[in-house]
C-alpha cells in the first residue's frame, strides 16, 4: 500500500511540476500570432526570393532575411564566426549525374541556457526550395514547402527571447537551426551532423524538425482541422514521446496523428526531411508535418493557400514541447537498443569490391568505414556514401531507400593432377565468387564482384613466381 501511495505521490509532483512549467510558457506563447506568421512569409515565400534555389541569389536573399531578423530581436548567432552562418560547398548532382558545385550555407542562432547551456535542444527547417522553372522563368514560392516551418522557427525565437527578458530563459540552450541543401538530399543537416557539428552530437538532447506545417492534407479521412502529424517521436525515445503527448494535452488539445509513423510507410516521410541526420546518430526526434496536397512542389504553394490559424496552433504546439523539454531536470532518457553489429572488421572488409549487373545500368563500390559497410555509386566520391544498416550475417539494409542487400559467397574447388617420374602430384585451386542481392520493392536483381584488373607490375610479379609440379 505504501509503495502504491508513493507511485500516486511523485505522478501528481511530477504533473504539478510539468504544469507549472506550461503555465509560465503561456504568456510567451501568445507572442506567436496569425499576423506575424503571415508578415514572415508574406516576404519569405515572395517572387523576390526567387524560389530559395540552393546557391542560387534567392537563397542568398533567404538567409539574410532570417539572420537579420534574429539580430533584430536580439538572438545571438549561433556560429564559432558569429555571422549567423555556417558556410559548406556541396556538390549537387543532377539525374545525369553531372556535378554543379555551389556555395551555400546553415542559418544558426543560439539561445543560451540559464543552467544546463551545454545540453542542446536544436529546432530544425530547411530555407531553401526548387527555385525557378528554366523554360517557363516561373517561381515556386514554397510557401509550405518550407516558408510554414521556417517563419515557425521565428516566432518559436521571439517567444523564447521575451521569456529571457523577464528571466524565465530556458535551462538548456535551444538551437535554431535553417538548414540549406534539403531539397537536393538533405544536404545542409548531413553536413552540420556528420561535417561540422557546431554544438556536440552527444551533448544535443533532441533535434524537433518542422516541414511543411501550414496546410491540411486532402487524404485525411478525419475532418478536424486541429490536427498535426508527428513521426519518429516513439522510435527512439518512450520518453520523448510521453512527454509530446502530455504537453499536448495539457497546452492546445491538438490531434496527434500518428498516420505516418512507421518506418515502413510506403510514402518513407520518416526518411525524407532533416531529422532523419540526426536520428541516425542516435539523438531523438519528432518530425512535425502536415502532409502533402496538390500543390507540393508546384508554382501553386504560395502564401494565399497557407492556413494561418492553424500554423499559429502548430507552432505554439512545438514552442511548448521545446520549452517542456529544455526546462524539465532530467534530459531525455533514449531507448536502450539491443546491439547490431552482426559483423567483425575483418567480415565487412571481406565485401569490399565493386559489385556490377546485367540487369541494372549502375555499378556499386563497397567499403569499410568505421566499422561499417558503406555504399556509394561509381562516379561519386566516398563522401557521399550511404552506411549500412546491419540487419542479420551477410544481409545489410538502406532504410532510406528502402533496400535491402544478401551476400553470397560461391566457392568451387578444383584438381590439377601432375604426372612425372616421382609420382603423380595434385594441386586444389578454388574459385571464389561473390555475389549481391539487392532487394527493392519486391524485386531482386543480382550482382556480381567484378575482379580488380592487376597492374603491369602485379602481372610482371605474378609471371615470375615459380611454378609448381
Not at 556560429?79 to 556541396?90: A, K, N, R, T, V
Not at 537551426?177 to 548531413?190: A, D, F, Q
Not at 554544438?199 to 533535434?207: A, K, M, R, S
Not at 524538425?209 to 478525419?222: H, K, L, S
Request: proline share 3%; hydrophobic share 35%.
Amino acid at each position: 500500500m505504501k509503495k502504491i501511495l508513493s507511485i500516486i505521490i511523485i505522478s501528481i509532483i511530477t504533473i504539478n511540476f510539468n504544469f507549472s512549467q506550461l503555465s509560465k510558457a503561456e504568456k510567451f506563447a501568445k507572442t506567436i500570432t496569425e499576423k506575424d506568421l503571415k508578415k514572415h512569409l508574406t516576404i519569405y515565400a515572395s517572387d523576390e526570393f526567387e524560389g530559395r534555389d540552393t546557391g542560387e541569389e534567392g537563397q542568398k536573399k533567404a538567409v539574410n532575411y532570417i539572420r537579420d531578423y534574429y539580430k533584430s530581436i536580439k538572438v545571438e548567432a549561433g556560429d564559432p564566426d558569429g555571422d549567423y552562418f555556417q558556410p559548406m560547398s556541396l556538390t549537387l548532382r543532377s539525374r545525369r549525374g553531372k556535378g554543379k558545385a555551389v556555395d551555400t550555407e546553415n542559418v544558426i542562432a543560439i539561445i543560451k541556457g540559464s543552467e544546463k547551456p551545454e545540453e542542446y535542444v536544436v529546432i530544425t527547417a530547411h530555407l531553401d526550395h526548387v527555385g525557378i522553372q528554366k523554360d517557363t522563368g516561373e517561381i515556386f514560392n514554397g510557401a509550405d514547402d518550407d516558408g510554414s516551418g521556417t517563419v515557425a522557427l521565428l516566432e518559436i525565437a521571439e517567444a523564447f527571447k521575451k521569456a529571457v527578458k523577464k528571466g524565465q530563459g530556458p535551462k538548456r540552450s535551444i538551437v535554431f537551426l535553417h538548414v540549406t541543401g534539403e531539397e537536393k538530399g538533405l544536404l545542409g543537416s548531413k553536413y552540420y551532423t556528420d561535417n561540422d557539428p557546431i554544438y556536440p552530437l552527444e551533448n544535443t538532447v533532441v533535434n524537433l524538425n518542422v516541414d511543411m506545417i501550414g496546410r491540411i492534407d486532402p487524404t485525411r479521412e478525419a475532418k478536424n482541422r486541429d490536427y498535426i502529424y508527428l513521426i519518429g517521436s516513439d522510435h527512439d525515445s518512450q520518453d520523448l514521446h510521453d512527454i509530446s503527448e502530455q504537453t499536448n494535452k495539457e497546452t492546445l488539445n491538438m490531434t496527434l496523428d500518428y498516420r505516418f509513423n512507421d518506418k515502413d510507410d510506403p510514402n518513407r516521410f520518416y526518411y525524407r526531411s532533416d531529422h532523419y541526420n540526426f536520428a541516425k546518430n542516435g539523438i531523438p526526434i519528432i518530425f512535425y508535418f502536415t502532409g502533402t496536397h496538390e500543390d507540393y512542389h508546384k508554382i501553386t504553394d504560395t502564401v494565399d493557400k497557407i492556413e494561418f490559424d492553424l500554423l499559429e496552433m502548430r507552432t505554439k504546439l512545438i514552442f511548448y514541447t521545446a520549452w517542456n523539454i529544455a526546462n524539465r531536470d532530467e534530459r531525455i532518457v533514449v531507448d536502450s537498443k539491443p546491439d547490431s553489429n552482426a559483423h567483425s572488421v575483418e567480415e565487412i572488409k571481406s565485401f569490399e569490391g565493386v559489385y556490377g549487373s546485367n540487369a541494372f545500368p549502375m555499378q556499386f563500390k563497397l567499403f569499410e568505414k568505421e566499422g561499417k559497410l558503406g555504399m556509394v555509386w561509381i562516379g561519386r566520391s566516398d563522401d557521399e556514401a550511404q552506411i549500412l544498416k546491419e540487419l542479420e550475417k551477410n544481409k545489410f539494409s538502406m532504410p532510406a531507400a528502402g533496400l535491402e542487400l544478401n551476400f553470397l559467397t560461391d566457392e568451387t574447388n578444383y584438381e590439377t593432377k601432375t604426372v612425372s617420374d616421382k609420382g603423380v602430384s595434385i594441386k586444389v585451386d578454388k574459385t571464389i565468387i561473390k555475389k549481391m542481392i539487392f532487394k527493392m520493392g519486391g524485386n531482386e536483381i543480382l550482382f556480381t564482384m567484378i575482379p580488380p584488373t592487376p597492374s603491369t607490375e602485379e602481372e610482371e610479379e605474378e609471371e615470375e613466381e615459380p611454378k609448381i609440379n
